[in-house]
């Protein structure tokens, strides 16, 4: 009686969808009313507007400043004149006139000395100040075949090449003993918790330079969410296709495999922003490529791939597979070299470094329990000094690259 009263009831009411969207549809007519209303009961703003612009690149060419800048603030800004070292110039601008989050660039014809030092300051129409600093003037190259060819080169320095010699050390892992193979799976998460900590500091730096009126440094936290829950849900859905495939008889790839693949991905989405941060600093000329940074970097990423190699141990893969894992946590520094050098956004970077810090964070919950010991404990002796010696190697290493 009651399953039929019901199932009455169900016949008889609106449909689930209706239900979900009804109160949406009226968050949408209050909203409407309210705009057409023109917000009743708030008045005019008094006081001057609020005007905060950011600076989100800087073009050197000869005898010429260009500045790409970015309305923060939540009142439209009128630019009105513009200084290099005090001096007041004539320039060109896209549109003297920007909107909240609109961009516009200026042109500030100044015949600029490489090596020196300059100050530009942007006042708007109601006297507002916004200064920016250039510390070395250096011309930013022309992105044309030649400079994508040296930025692609620059990556494979300081990303492909570092991580596949460092992946050497799988014959070395394989003849170890059980005890310290755990060692070395707790190195290796010294090493990417470093990289983890180390990218988040770098894109908070990065988010504080920019435009806050996109998240600033929540940014960084929104991608290593992002990155973190996207990473879960992969896993679950291949942990849960290997059990199927085991179930079924069928083959399935090794669990150390799929250990080195995950590290593979979260160490390329950290070399991702590492080659942005090179690019950047190299289209600004705060870059000495000399060999001394190009040791330290490889020094400093060579350890990534003993990273990579620690969870196989018990495998036999391939060459080809061996060769994509180099590649996969590797190559994205080109990407980010490109990106960085050519097309630079604190907001964008920000972001990105974000998602290295939690694809690593994924990481290393992953790999946790492969460190574990007879007795299960999670921090035993050996896990403890992995853990220090893989934050120690590079934070040494990291102290030979200073761009």
Do not use: K
Request: proline letters at 6%; zero cysteines.
């Amino acid at each position: 009686m009651e399953a039929g009263a019901a199932t009455e009831r169900t016949a008889g009411a609106p449909p689930a969808w209706l239900l979900g969207a009804a109160p949406l549809a009226l968050i949408a007519l209050v909203i409407g009313l309210f705009a057409l209303l023109d917000g009743p009961g708030l008045g005019e703003r008094s006081g001057p507007p609020v005007e905060e612009l950011a600076v989100e690149r800087t073009v050197l060419r000869p005898g010429e400043i260009e500045l790409r800048i970015r309305n923060d603030g939540p009142d439209a800004v009128q630019i009105a004149q513009v200084t290099v070292n005090e001096a007041f110039l004539p320039f060109e601008i896209d549109d003297s006139r920007i909107g909240r989050l609109g961009s516009s660039t200026i042109t500030i014809p100044y015949p600029w000395v490489e090596g020196e030092g300059y100050g530009v300051a942007v006042f708007t129409s109601t006297g507002g100040t916004i200064e920016h600093e250039i510390p070395v003037a250096v011309e930013t190259p022309e992105a044309d075949a030649g400079f994508y060819g040296l930025m692609a080169l620059l990556g494979v320095y300081v990303g492909v090449i570092p991580v596949s010699l460092g992946m050497l050390w799988l014959p070395f892992v394989r003849r170890v003993s059980h005890e310290w193979l755990r060692v070395l799976i707790a190195f290796t998460i010294g090493l990417l918790a470093f990289l983890a900590v180390d990218a988040a500091l770098e894109g908070l730096e990065i988010a504080g330079e920019g435009p806050g009126a996109f998240g600033g440094p929540a940014l960084v936290y929104l991608g290593a969410l992002v990155a973190y829950l996207g990473l879960s849900g992969i896993d679950a859905h291949l942990s849960r296709r290997r059990a199927a495939a085991e179930e079924a008889g069928g083959g399935t790839a090794p669990a150390g495999s799929y250990l080195a693949l995950l590290v593979a991905i979260g160490i390329g989405l950290h070399n991702l922003g590492e080659g942005l941060a090179i690019g950047s600093a190299y289209a600004a000329g705060a870059l000495a490529l000399g060999a001394f940074l190009v040791v330290g970097f490889a020094l400093h990423n060579t350890t990534e791939g003993l990273a990579i190699v620690a969870p196989l141990a018990d495998s036999r893969p391939s060459l080809s597979r061996l060769l994509a894992l180099g590649l996969i946590a590797g190559a994205p520094a080109i990407l980010g070299a490109w990106i960085g050098a050519a097309a630079f956004n604190p907001s964008a970077a920000a972001l990105l470094f974000g998602v290295g810090v939690g694809a690593i964070a994924q990481v290393i919950v992953q790999l946790s329990p492969a460190m574990r010991d007879s007795r299960r404990r999670l921090l035993h002796p050996g896990a403890v000094g992995g853990l220090l010696g893989g934050v120690a190697v590079m934070y040494a290493t990291g102290l030979l690259i200073a761009g």
